[in-house]
């Protein structure tokens, strides 16, 4: 209830006033804990039956199998779940992590990869009441189970999408923006004078950032991409500049001893003298960094004073550490994140109204979540996750489930 208080107080105090996120707080259920489903499957069945993406071994290719159990036609319902159909999952950079078995949660092999559904109720069980057959749920699944065609979930695990918000939608909104919702705004204090970085901007959670930022609190935002069309792509969103990583330093990232020398000329973190003259040298207020490495070193210089930091991710694959005295010379804030230990502590109260906070924007039409034109259906999994690794993306990539 502290929390909720707490974060309700955030809310008001520093959204802008016509953002009135929590208009109608029962209307969105609150429900918690996925379980992560454990096939019983039978191999090389085929894809178009009831199957579901496994990962048989950590790090190697998914295999598609033919689930046996949980079926519909034959499980019996307990009293609290419900069957889904599902129609469309996500894949994210953390699918990526996890399929490795490099992720904070690595669930013992088999599991069904997937951390997230969008789908209809066919079915409830006797003590279920907040849902009803042809309702369309959205289900976070932290420890797997959403790649699969079949599914039953214990009815807490659901929450209830807007009845006109297509199932694409769903898949591509939630888990990136509730994680750049939770981070601005939650941890971030986020107001619409501060003057915002989003570091792997053009990925599904930098992306949510900049709509966040610059349309829903109405913030400059800049945005950090690797490439023309992901910078592009930002500012149709809305960042009011962009930074691109030159080829060379982006491949150098992870190298210190080669990350300044471009051309053969020493030069002082590109990040910083772009950032301080596109904010009349006071540098930027709050910082939502996704990329780790040496770009986060660069980020911290990249601070007003009294700014603060978001330790969002690593996609470079560096874990980067900071000599704390940076921090105590100008009053700088590091702030630490993970999404998934609110779904897994705070369920009723801070997800919960996160996911209401997102729904409301996107029903007010203040975000637009961007889906790459590429999805993939659930047979072609392997080749979504190619595509995703090799970084072609630019928004979210939706798996169609049907
Ligand atoms: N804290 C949390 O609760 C939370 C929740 C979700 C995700 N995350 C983390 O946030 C990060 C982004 O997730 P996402 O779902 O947005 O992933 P994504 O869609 O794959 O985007 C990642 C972006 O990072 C950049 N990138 C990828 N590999 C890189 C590399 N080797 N070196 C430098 N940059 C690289 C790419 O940007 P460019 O192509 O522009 O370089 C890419 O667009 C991940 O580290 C993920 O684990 C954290």
Request: proline fraction near 5%.
């Amino acid at each position: 209830m502290m929390y909720r208080t707490h974060f309700i107080l955030h809310v008001a105090k520093f959204a802008p006033k016509d953002r009135n996120i929590f208009p109608n707080l029962s209307k969105y259920c609150s429900r918690n804990l996925a379980q992560s489903p454990k096939p019983v499957t039978e191999p090389n069945e085929g894809a178009n039956k009831k199957s579901a993406a496994i990962v048989k071994a950590y790090g190697e290719k998914l295999v598609i199998e033919e689930i046996k159990h949980p079926d519909p036609a034959t499980h019996k319902l307990g009293k609290d779940d419900v069957v889904i159909q599902p129609k469309t999952s996500s894949l994210t950079f953390a699918d990526l992590l996890m399929i490795q078995g490099k992720y904070q949660i690595k669930p013992d092999v088999p599991f069904v990869a997937g951390r997230e559904v969008s789908g209809k109720i066919l079915e409830t069980g006797g003590d279920v009441k907040d849902f009803k057959k042809g309702d369309k749920i959205f289900a976070f699944l932290p420890n797997g189970g959403g790649f699969a065609n079949t599914m039953i979930l214990p009815q807490k695990n659901c929450f209830a999408l807007p009845q006109n918000m297509d199932y694409k939608v769903a898949s591509s909104l939630y888990t990136s923006y509730i994680t750049a919702y939770l981070g601005l705004v939650y941890k971030g204090n986020l107001t619409s004078h501060d003057k915002v970085l989003v570091t792997g901007a053009g990925g599904a959670v930098g992306m949510a950032a900049v709509d966040i930022c610059a349309n829903a609190y109405k913030t400059k935002v800049i945005g950090v991409t690797s490439s023309p069309e992901k910078s592009e792509a930002i500012r149709q969103k809305g960042a009011f500049a962009t930074i691109e990583l030159s080829n060379l330093y982006k491949t150098s990232v992870n190298a210190e001893s080669e990350k300044k020398k471009v051309n053969g000329k020493i030069i002082e973190s590109p990040i910083k003298q772009k950032v301080l003259a596109l904010t009349d040298g006071k540098g930027v207020d709050l910082i939502y960094e996704t990329l780790g490495g040496s770009i986060f070193e660069d980020c911290v210089k990249c601070l007003s004073f009294d700014g603060r930091l978001l330790i969002i991710g690593f996609s470079s694959g560096t874990i980067p550490s900071i000599q704390t005295n940076r921090l105590l010379l100008k009053n700088h804030t590091l702030i630490g994140f993970t999404m998934t230990n609110y779904y897994n502590q705070e369920p009723n109260t801070i997800f919960q109204e996160s996911f209401q906070a997102i729904s409301s924007y996107w029903e007010k039409s203040y975000i637009h979540p961007t889906i790459d034109p590429q999805s993939f259906d659930l047979s072609k999994i392997n080749d979504a996750i190619e595509y995703l690794k090799h970084k072609k993306s630019i928004g979210k990539v939706i798996i169609n489930l049907e």
